[in-house]
């Protein structure tokens, strides 16, 4: 379909147009529903999906977990516990499946153990906010790559520390988001509470969310099962966990604490984070799709997120991690590159966070050191660190979706950690499935933002510069990826330049 000058200039007019129905970005602005209309149909695109891909639980063999046909598709929260258990029962020297806690709707949030033996381990979950399935899709393709790592006896996060995953934390949310066009952007729990909003803070949001926006933080912290549960779970693990990353999508960031105020963090932590994630930074995507490191304030002030409270309360390095992408809704071809650059993320991070923490490997500059590393500096395209799998650069302008890359394996050397060797639980084997070890939730005790927009800027130098600048202008105005390449290979690439 060809799109003239006016046709862009009046969907962009349209996308801009003020409705009752919206939904609000990562860059804090907002879209029609109906604007999305055209990409709301990936749940009957991935039942289709589902059904092409029938027979991967009974395909699925150690050593080849991360090609398989599961990471086709977006699945379902029975199809994502289905996988994981049959995970289990395939290594059950390894994994154990347990309880982390209760939805709003009574729902059982499970969790899984990758264990080695170790007295360490860190904590990784994801879709706290149910419309970002590549989230969950990604912390799952990475706990695969994991385990086919150890089959294959090659190094990995798992023999530093244990690994704890929360595929899914919002189950109630998410499985409203597979019942329609007028739920798939939903992005609260059943109770219609932010999760990520519903933590502890020192700070108070100055715009009180009222309970109808999306960032509604609760009556008060812990007001949900949700974080009451898994709060209590990680206080019973304190002495263990030694660092926490929260998978989120869209946008390519590393976001380090904190994002309810815009005042350093002191006694030379903010210097720790920065090396931190650049450790992740330079093994995440490419260099032209590099992940951005930067204080979770600078994207939008947001108060009572998880990091921030894990930060504070455990005094061990929390991250957020924002997918690379454009839309909340994603070709599910963008799994396995989104998944690669997860579990390349969650190497580095195993590795920095022995570093963080000082238990070995180089200091961090000190708080006065003006050798900070640069927030700029996209990473080289052929970087690798050990323990990462190649990324491939994403197509080009002019070419279609490509599918997910072929993986290059590197070897690493992951820095150990001190360990004692526990006894983990059998999980069973096929086709019984395995008893979970339940973790009780306990009722806590007190916090709340609305994204501060952003303004985008593009600009224009020579042709060359024109896609980014048409992007520039075509995401803040509510349109996909899809939907912006239509627009340059219309052939208004030129046109875009003659307009910046």
């Not at 999305?36 to 990936?42: C, G, H, R």
């Not at 502890?200 to 009180?208: A, D, G, I, M």
């Not at 930074?281 to 032209?288: E, F, H, R």
């Amino acid at each position: 379909m060809k799109f003239t000058l006016l046709s862009v200039i009046a969907l962009f007019a349209a996308a801009t147009a003020k409705t009752n129905n919206t939904i609000t970005g990562i860059d804090g602005r907002s879209r029609s529903l109906e604007q999305e209309a055209a990409f709301q149909t990936d749940a009957e695109t991935n039942r289709a999906c589902h059904e092409k891909n029938a027979n991967y639980i009974s395909s699925l063999k150690a050593g080849q977990y991360k090609s398989s046909a599961f990471h086709n598709c977006f699945h379902t929260i029975d199809q994502i516990y289905e996988f994981a258990d049959e995970l289990m029962a395939q290594n059950p020297t390894l994994l154990s499946k347990f309880v982390i806690s209760k939805t709003y709707n009574g729902a059982t949030i499970y969790g899984y153990k990758l264990t080695k033996g170790h007295s360490q381990s860190l904590y990784f979950q994801a879709q706290v906010h149910a419309r970002e399935w590549i989230a969950g899709a990604s912390i799952l393709f990475s706990f695969a790559s994991i385990l086919d790592d150890i089959a294959n006896e090659k190094p990995t996060a798992a023999d530093a520390y244990d690994l704890y995953f929360v595929p899914i934390v919002n189950i109630d949310g998410f499985e409203s988001t597979w019942n329609g066009n007028r739920t798939r952007f939903q992005r609260k729990n059943a109770n219609q509470v932010d999760l990520n909003r519903n933590w502890p803070t020192p700070f108070e949001n100055p715009e009180h969310p009222p309970q109808d926006d999306e960032t509604y933080p609760g009556e008060e912290p812990f007001s949900e099962p949700e974080t009451s549960g898994i709060n209590a779970w990680l206080k019973s693990k304190r002495e263990e966990i030694q660092g926490y990353l929260d998978i989120h999508a869209y946008g390519g960031l590393l976001l380090y604490p904190c994002g309810d105020t815009k005042q350093p963090i002191g006694d030379g932590f903010d210097e720790k984070f920065q090396v931190l994630g650049r450790g992740m930074q330079n093994v995440m995507g490419s260099y032209k799709q590099a992940y951005k490191l930067q204080a979770a304030y600078a994207l939008y002030l947001a108060y009572g997120t998880f990091a921030d409270y894990a930060f504070r309360e455990f005094k061990k390095p929390a991250l957020t991690i924002e997918v690379e992408g454009y839309n909340f809704i994603t070709d599910a071809s963008t799994i396995k590159r989104r998944g690669i650059e997860v579990y390349n993320g969650i190497n580095a991070f195993a590795k920095e966070v022995t570093v963080f923490n000082g238990e070995g490997g180089t200091k961090p500059p000190s708080p006065t050191s003006t050798s900070k590393p640069s927030l700029t500096t996209a990473p080289s395209a052929t970087t690798s660190s050990p323990g990462t799998e190649t990324v491939t650069p994403p197509p080009s302008v002019t070419e279609p979706v490509t599918p997910s890359p072929t993986v290059t394996e590197q070897p690493v050397t992951p820095t150990p950690s001190r360990s004692k060797p526990v006894t983990s639980t059998p999980s069973g084997s096929k086709p019984v499935t395995p008893s979970p070890t339940v973790t009780e939730p306990v009722t806590p005790t007190p916090s709340g933002s609305k994204p501060v927009t952003s303004t985008p800027s593009g600009s224009c130098n020579g042709c060359s510069g024109c896609y980014s600048a048409l992007l520039s202008h075509c995401f803040p105005r509510g349109y996909s990826r899809a939907q912006c390449d239509s627009f340059n290979g219309a052939g208004y690439q030129t046109t875009w330049c003659g307009n910046f």
